[in-house]
């Protein structure tokens, strides 16, 4: 029985991750990123003190600080590299439905980011109790966990719609990962600015991951990651029509 158009086009970019070194390096990258530095800091910081922070979820989710810069280059290499190398015009060709192919894209890095973020988030949390100990009956610990696991497929698929939105690899990596790395912090440190970052899709995750409340932000725990989820929602839906009109005008 020949597998459905839908299955080759999920088996292609499987095989697009698996045979391009830069894909599968992105995800790596960041596990190494968010389970050492959150080892790290804690182990050092573990001499002296409990957390680096007053939360406790900060020590736990220090590592993801830096690793979520990696996830967002793992969202933005699986299709910013065709648009790069211009094969997009031969899996446009491949795939004649476009919606099949970005479907295809958006459940790989999905399911991949699903699986990083279950990874990422455990390793976190068992280096937090390794070496400073973890109390598990703190408050909001749970949903701390479950936060982190969701912030990573949330975070691919919005730099996957927004690099498709784009259409350039250059832009995209020149515009979404130091907006990661420095801009929201730096918007959320100024006053007045901070009102409008704090909305902000990877603000408003990274609260969600918090166990007490932060002074200035106007919403709550499970708000914030609803946030970031809308924000998913509009990338994947404007990576979609950006897309089709790419079809539109002939690539």
Not at 78 to 83: A, H, R, S, T, Y
Not at 108 to 136: K, P
Request: hydrophobic content about 50%; proline content about 6%; some cysteine.
């Amino acid at each position: 029985m020949n597998p459905g158009p839908t299955a080759n086009a999920l088996r292609a970019e499987r095989i697009k991750f698996t045979t391009l070194p830069s894909q599968w390096a992105a995800p790596l990258v960041a596990l190494v990123l968010t389970v050492g530095i959150t080892a790290a800091v804690n182990a050092a910081y573990g001499v002296k003190d409990h957390t680096p922070g007053e939360d406790p979820a900060g020590g736990i989710h220090y590592g993801l600080l830096f690793g979520h810069v990696a996830v967002a280059c793992f969202g933005i290499l699986l299709i910013g590299q065709e648009f790069n190398t211009r094969m997009i015009g031969g899996s446009l060709t491949a795939v004649p439905r476009r919606g099949r192919l970005y479907g295809a894209k958006l459940a790989i890095g999905a399911g991949l980011g699903l699986l990083l973020g279950l990874v990422s988030t455990a390793g976190s949390f068992l280096a937090v109790d390794a070496t400073v100990g973890l109390d598990l009956s703190t408050p909001g610990l749970t949903r701390s966990f479950l936060a982190g696991v969701l912030y990573h497929p949330m975070m691919v698929l919005i730099c996957l719609g927004l690099t498709t939105m784009l259409g350039n690899l250059s832009a995209a990596l020149g515009l979404l990962t130091p907006m990661v790395f420095l801009g929201t912090t730096w918007l959320a440190a100024i006053p007045g600015v901070r009102e409008v970052g704090q909305f902000l899709p990877d603000r408003a995750g990274l609260y969600a991951m918090r166990t007490q409340p932060e002074p200035g932000v106007h919403y709550g725990y499970w708000t914030g990651l609803l946030i970031m989820a809308l924000w998913t929602a509009l990338a994947v839906y404007g990576g979609l029509r950006a897309l089709r009109r790419y079809e539109a005008s002939g690539g």
